[in-house]
């Protein structure tokens, strides 16, 4: 699906091409109502569906998606970076982590340390922003952890909270690799 993507490593996962092996769990894991209900990007929830997602999105190059495989090379998620903007120097990220037991198991921020590396030193982004839902409170936990910021205040009626990583206070932090 994906070709000429690098892979990337640091203990516990590997990032690597999104494979249309890939789609039949990816699909299985959205259809999850917990997944569906964190999520403030949707996916069609048919193997056809997800296919011509993430075929969309492969095709456009402003869009880059990854499999996270953890040590024993099972899949434990996908990360990307999308609406890839070469003018403003910036992105849009996501993350999706497998349900069940590859969750709280530093999966989600090793893939986003990989992710914020490539933006910000090959891909010289100077800004990266995340759109969560309003509920999800533990992904609003881990953002600032990396250190992402809220950057707009929503009124309470929209469901979702955006976040910003700039490549200035991701230089500044502990956390460049």
Known sequence: MISGYQIMSLTPI???AIEISDIEVVT???KEPRV?????WHFPLTFEGTKA????LASDQRNKGFAIENEAGGLVGLTM???INDNSREAWTGTLIAPGNSRRRGYAKASRLLL???AFGELNLKRLLSKISRSNIAAEKFLLSLPYSEIVETDESYDFKIF?????AWRQSNHPI
């Open 116 to 118: 914020a590396e490539h």
């Open 53 to 56: 997602f993430f075929d969309m």
């Open 14 to 16: 590997t990032l690597r």
């Open 164 to 168: 910003e990583l700039t490549r200035s």
């Open 28 to 30: 299985y894991w959205l």
């Open 81 to 83: 970076l999308y609406g």
């Open 36 to 40: 569906a209900e964190e999520l403030s």
